[in-house]
């Protein structure tokens, strides 16, 4: 079993610059969600793709846009980047709701620095 | 607004005795309770879960008891190994929405000591 791979481990970016962050789902699972953890804090829900869709969304402005692939692969797009951004990107995969709580598999995560 | 609040930064223990983690939530919607357990430079692992309907669910060493009138849950640890030294978050969802979007605490760093 292909576990949720991330790349990668680590970026630094200018701010105002764009970044793109790419995310493999576990092997079955057909729902990918993204979240943000800044330093000392929890992760925070940005948002979920179920069948290529975006079907949930946290309070992240409109710059943060994702990607569902076929294969169900994921990438994290993030525009005019801000000092604030600065955090620990996750990507999580799971199996859809209809099967009732499904806990979320985590990727190692990107370290996103903007200088 | 923090709907799901781990109040303890950090716990220390010794091997071999019991780890008891809270948390408390906010928003009487929340339905599913989990813990997860991070390791630095990994992403967040599953614990264990448990929902509204029950009060207990237990696996192995680890048992997360539930509080409904209380908005409040706890994970117990016994025996705590030192291989439990982790930052550990709860989390939270309400299964009626129509995606997974889970509410994590801030998290408790846990250092067990041999």
């Known amino acids: 079993e292909t576990g949720v791979t991330q790349s990668p481990t680590h970026l630094i970016k200018t701010r105002g610059q764009q970044v793109t962050l790419r995310c493999s789902s576990q092997?079955?699972?057909?729902?990918v969600s993204w979240y943000q953890q800044a330093l000392g804090q929890g992760p925070q829900f940005i948002f979920q793709y179920y069948r290529e869709e975006e079907n949930g969304r946290g309070n992240f402005p409109p710059r943060f846009s994702g990607l569902q692939f076929p294969n169900y692969s994921s990438e994290l797009n993030v525009n005019a980047l801000e000092l604030d951004d600065s955090a620990l990107y996750l990507c999580a995969s799971s199996l859809a709701k209809t099967t009732g709580g499904s806990p979320l598999h985590f990727g190692n995560g990107t370290r996103l620095t903007v200088t | 607004d923090q709907q799901v609040k781990q109040n303890s930064p950090s716990l220390s223990v010794q091997e071999g005795r019991i780890s008891i983690l809270n948390c408390d939530y906010t928003n009487s919607m929340f339905d599913y309770f989990l813990w997860y357990k991070k390791y630095p430079a990994e992403g967040p692992t599953f614990l264990i879960s448990?929902?509204?309907?029950?009060d207990k669910n237990e696996d192995g060493r680890f048992t997360v008891f539930l509080n409904k009138s209380a908005k409040h849950l706890s994970l117990h640890i016994v025996p705590s190994q030192p291989g439990d030294s982790a930052v550990y978050f709860c989390?939270?969802?309400?299964?009626?929405?129509?995606?997974?979007?889970?509410?994590f605490g801030p998290g408790t760093s846990l250092s067990v000591i041999p």
């Open positions: 989390a939270a969802s309400d299964l009626k929405t129509s995606y997974d979007k889970v509410i």
């Open positions: 448990i929902s509204s309907i029950k």
């Open positions: 092997s079955g699972h057909n729902t």
